[in-house]
């Protein structure tokens, strides 16, 4: 499957792993097995005993461990057998499971599938808003039956509003408004702007406007790869500056399933020194939102990956719009991403096979196996050996 694995993504929402029972999850296309130890710290393991391979989630966590429901061994947090009760109880080597790497900020529990080294070298995105020790946070939960990248595509173009939710979100400013992309290679932003617009009361309650009192509003997406998201929207009385409007602050984070599905997660967060305002408007937010996401926005991505198939998005040729300015950066943004990965990735393997350490490129052509056929020297040590050669 072709997901970015040296990257961050959210496992759960730390409100759903328990020390009790551990629960499954389906992420890049691996069952995972998410519980707490008895410290109250998240772990994840590899949804699969190693025995004769039955899910661990279907266990029990005892004493911080995640007991197999099938044969009773039992796993730490690091993925070791710690009690086998058959015969003299001695445990194999082999008696191990995959660990990942987990963080547990902004109301979650963040996990990482790729090279477990670099865990600590990636840092996380800015979304302090969602920092429950500082604000009141709201979160939400969906399962869309569509590849990530039709979510990321939905979020950094807003102007959909306007027709998908004609009734709760959008108006017919959307479209007069003004649009704005940029990006630094790591980071895009999509913003959108209109004046005079006139709320529809959904939105217009949490921002206290006066029924039928125009505004200027401004909706500001940011997106990091593979597909963390934060989602910006103000509003003001028009003509007046932002800063005399309020401002409302979302975490959107889309972690792949399969190929064909997607574990949205999603949160409101609002400062602690609002008072009780504050968890009134985020609690709204949430609820508020899940019914046009539910009913509107995942019928919408169902249907367009019905469509596409097993067709690869570009290859669909689709038609490209001015509204496509930020999904279109992030797309490339990520296939490049995709390609650096695939190219360390052959790389690595190639010096594996090799019997060379990386960081020795002089000794890499002794029968390589890499990409470029048994006994050759795969494009990625060639190129380091004429580096050598150089010096």
Known sequence: MNFLRNAWYVAAWSGELSV????????LGEPVALFRDNEGGPVALADLCPHRFAPLSRGRVRDGAIECPYHGLAFDKTGRCVHNPHGDGRIPEAARVTSYPLMERYGAVWIWMGEPQRAAQTPLPDFGYLDPSENETSTGYLLSRAHYQLSVDNLLDLSHFQFLHPETLGTPSITAGTMDF????????????????????????PFGVPKGVPVDRWLDVR????????????????????????????????????????????????PKKLGARAREVVEYAVEMLMGPFRDEDLPMLEAQQQALGEREFWSARPLVLPIDGGAVRARRIMERKLEAERALGAENA?????????GSP???????RGEDGPGNTCAGHRREVRLVQVR
Request: charged share 25%; net charge negative; glycine share 10%.
């Open 20 to 27: 009790e029972a551990p629960m499954r999850r389906v992420l």
């Open 182 to 205: 940029d990006d630094d290679g790591e980071t895009v932003w999509a913003r959108r702007a209109t004046q005079g617009e006139h709320l529809r009361d959904a939105v217009a309650l």
């Open 223 to 270: 997106w990091n790869a593979p597909a963390l998201m934060s989602i910006e929207v103000g509003a003001t009385i028009s003509g007046l500056p932002r800063e005399f409007g309020l401002t409302s602050f979302s975490g959107h984070f889309l972690t792949p399933e399969t190929e064909a599905s997607t574990h949205y997660f999603f949160g409101f967060g609002l």
């Open 350 to 358: 190639c010096r594996e096979s090799a019997g060379t350490e990386a």
């Open 362 to 368: 002089e000794t890499a052509d002794r029968g390589c």
